[in-house]
């Protein structure tokens, strides 16, 4: 008998875990909204999907709940989440280093926002703020790697950008908060 509980156990985790966490590779999720892997989550709004936080203080949790322990703290208002998964009121998000967690959606904000070139974060590089969306437009600003910028628009290749009060356009490549050819109107 005690074999049969234990069995029995294994199989309702498994299966709690299909229910709680996507099934797929995270190179499908990170393909978009404007990728063919693009679905719609019970929200009735597509997944995966960017957003931004709202507060200067949020938990991201291990499940989705008040009752599953906090596994991140983030401190920064605005910073951009990828909505990769929705339960109820809960967004199971990905951050810019791959981290993921679960965040209430009250906690979410709709408004876009996205890192510049978070994968050269530390190293001796720099981003061209540009006036125009063309390579050889004139310099607005220098941005360093893992600057926070709000997203005015995105048209497939650029998107146009405010940095610390300095608003220009900047590769779409360039950015981690929107998805490759995906157009955003603010």
């Given at each position: 008998m005690s074999g049969l509980v234990s069995i029995r156990t294994v199989v309702l985790g498994a299966l709690l875990g299909l229910a709680l966490f996507p099934v797929g590779d995270r190179h499908a999720a990170a393909q978009g909204a404007a990728g063919p892997s693009a679905s719609v989550g019970p929200s009735g709004l597509p997944l995966p999907r960017f957003v931004s936080l709202k507060s200067g203080k949020v938990n991201s949790r291990i499940g989705p709940g008040?009752?599953?322990?906090v596994d991140w703290l983030y401190l920064k208002p605005g910073l951009p989440m990828e909505i990769i998964q929705e339960y109820d009121n809960w967004r199971r998000v990905r951050d810019a280093d791959?981290?993921?967690g679960w965040i209430n959606q009250s906690l979410l904000s709709g408004k876009r926002t996205a890192i510049a070139a978070p994968w050269q974060r530390g190293k001796d590089a720099t981003i061209d703020l540009?006036?125009?969306p063309r390579r050889e437009a004139r310099k607005v600003a220098v941005i360093e790697p893992g600057v926070v910028g709000t997203i005015k628009e995105c048209n497939g290749e650029w998107c146009q950008?405010?940095?610390s009060g300095h608003t220009g356009w900047i590769s779409?490549?360039?950015v981690w908060g929107a998805y490759p050819g995906e157009t955003i109107k603010d």
């Open positions: 008040v009752n599953y322990p791959g981290a993921e540009v006036a125009e950008m405010i940095f779409q490549t360039l």
